[in-house]
């Protein structure tokens, strides 16, 4: 694809919602992997379901430990078009200053948004699970950045705060909490 087309993508997704794609590959693609080795995980209990062997179950999770980098590294190009200014990505040093920026600065601060969608479980599937595949996908983020290359900057990143994002995410907290959290029953 083109980077032209990369970079076209990001308006229709949004930039300001972006964070939630990458935490929304980084907390789903490890719960496979989850999942095929813990049977009374949501994930592990559908696989169970859908009577999946143990073979089928370690295909899954092997896929899934290989679609985290590669998507993570696909989203790396559409993030450092945004930059207002292509001295913004000039170089490896302003590409890894950038992505921090607009990236995983948002990342962090998005583990601080997941938490109230894991309550109520264990401090660990709570506040650790989140943590642990964001830094996983920040580190490959960073890395992405320092080797990309023929990024033209676009113009397109807003550090200002998105009144429509936030209600958004308090009604998705709202259906969450209230209507999927109760599960759903695999037997």
Do not use: H
């Amino acid at each position: 694809m083109p980077i032209s087309c990369v970079c076209g993508a990001i308006p229709v997704l949004g930039e300001r919602v972006y964070w939630v794609v990458f935490n929304g590959f980084l907390q789903s693609l490890p719960q496979i992997v989850i999942g095929s080795i813990e049977p009374e995980n949501d994930v592990g209990m559908a696989m169970d379901y859908l009577r999946l062997g143990a073979s089928a179950k370690a295909a899954a999770a092997l896929v899934a430990l290989i679609t985290i980098p590669v998507a993570v590294l696909w989203m790396r190009r559409p993030l450092l078009c945004l930059a207002e200014n292509p001295a913004d990505i000039a170089s490896i040093q302003a590409r890894t200053t950038f992505m921090f920026r607009v990236a995983i600065v948002p990342a962090l601060a998005a583990i601080l948004l997941i938490i109230p969608f894991r309550v109520p479980r264990q401090f660990t599937e709570v506040v650790m699970v989140p943590v642990i595949v964001t830094v996983i996908g920040m580190v490959w983020l960073q890395a992405g950045a320092w080797a990309t290359t023929g990024i033209k900057a676009s113009g397109r990143f807003s550090g200002e705060p998105n009144s429509y994002a936030i209600g958004g995410l308090v009604m998705l907290l709202l259906i969450f909490q209230f209507l999927l959290r109760p599960g759903i029953r695999f037997y």
